[in-house]
C-alpha cells in the first residue's frame, strides 16, 4: 500500500511566522500535491510537482511555496503565516506514466494560525 | 449530490441497505474519474475508478456508474455498513492536464443502527 506520512497531525502558529509542513511518500511516486481542505470549498491546489526540483503552481499559491529536493519529501512553506491560512492541508502522491492513476492522501496537517 | 454551500448535503441509509452517493461533474473533456472516502480526521482514501470508455465499475462492495451525455456519476454502496459513515467525494481529471484533478465538495453518509 501506498504510504504518504506528513510529519504533523495538528500545527498551531503565530501570525508572521514561517511555517514548514512536510511530506513524505514512499512509493517512489515522481507527483506530488499539495491541497487546503475547507468546509465547503473542497480540496484546492495550491503547488504541485512532477519531479525533483520541479514545481507548478496549482489554483491558489498565493502565501505559499514549495520545495523539493528528493523524490520521496516534499515540503510546503507558508512565508508569513496569516490567519486565513488556518485550514486542513493534506498532501498526496502519484505514480507517473500514466494520467489514469490515483492521487494517494496523506491524513492532513490542521494548521491554526493565531 | 455536489454543492458549492457551506453545508455538505447528507445522506442517511439504515445499516443493511443500499446507498447511492451521487456526483455532477464539470468538464465534458474530463476522462478519468474517482471516489474518495474521507473519515472524521483522517485524509481522503481511494475507492474506486472509472475511465471514460467505461460507463461501469465493479469492486467489493461498490459500484460506480459513468453518464457521460448528463456528465453524471454515481457511487453505489452496497449493503451499507457502519464503517461507511463518511464523507465521500468524486474528482475528475485526464482532461490534459493529467496531474491535476477536481474535487467535489463531497456527501456525508450516516449509516443509521
Known amino acids: 500500500d501506498v504510504k504518504v506520512t506528513q510529519s504533523s497531525r495538528y500545527l498551531v502558529k503565530r501570525t508572521g511566522e514561517k511555517v514548514f509542513l512536510e511530506c513524505v511518500q514512499d512509493m517512489d511516486h515522481e507527483n506530488m500535491f499539495w491541497y487546503r481542505q475547507d468546509p465547503g470549498l473542497g480540496l484546492r491546489l495550491i503547488y504541485f510537482s512532477y519531479d525533483v526540483k520541479m514545481k507548478e503552481k496549482g489554483d491558489i499559491p498565493e502565501g505559499y511555496s514549495v520545495s523539493r529536493e528528493k523524490k520521496e519529501r516534499f515540503s510546503l512553506i507558508l512565508e508569513s503565516a496569516s490567519t486565513n491560512q488556518t485550514s486542513m492541508y493534506l498532501c498526496?502522491?502519484?505514480?507517473?506514466?500514466?494520467?489514469?492513476?490515483?492521487?494517494?492522501f496523506g491524513d492532513g496537517t490542521r494548521l491554526s494560525i493565531l | 449530490g455536489e454543492s458549492v454551500g457551506l453545508h455538505l448535503p447528507t445522506l442517511s441509509v439504515q445499516e443493511g441497505d443500499n446507498s447511492i452517493i451521487n456526483c455532477a461533474y464539470s468538464n465534458s473533456a474530463s476522462d478519468y474519474f474517482i471516489w474518495y472516502k474521507q473519515e472524521s480526521g483522517k485524509g481522503p482514501q481511494f475507492i474506486i475508478d472509472?475511465?471514460?470508455?467505461?460507463d461501469k465499475r465493479q469492486g467489493q462492495r461498490v459500484t460506480v456508474l459513468l453518464n457521460k451525455t448528463v456528465k453524471h456519476l454515481s457511487l453505489q454502496i452496497a449493503a451499507t455498513q457502519p464503517g461507511d459513515s463518511a464523507v465521500y467525494f468524486c474528482?475528475?481529471?485526464?482532461?490534459?492536464?493529467?496531474?491535476?484533478?477536481?474535487f467535489g465538495s463531497g456527501t456525508q453518509l450516516t449509516v443509521l443502527p
Open positions: 498526496a502522491s502519484k505514480a507517473g506514466g500514466s494520467v489514469f492513476q490515483p492521487q494517494h
Open positions: 474528482a475528475e481529471g485526464g482532461d490534459g492536464s493529467a496531474r491535476q484533478l477536481t
Open positions: 472509472i475511465r471514460s470508455n467505461m
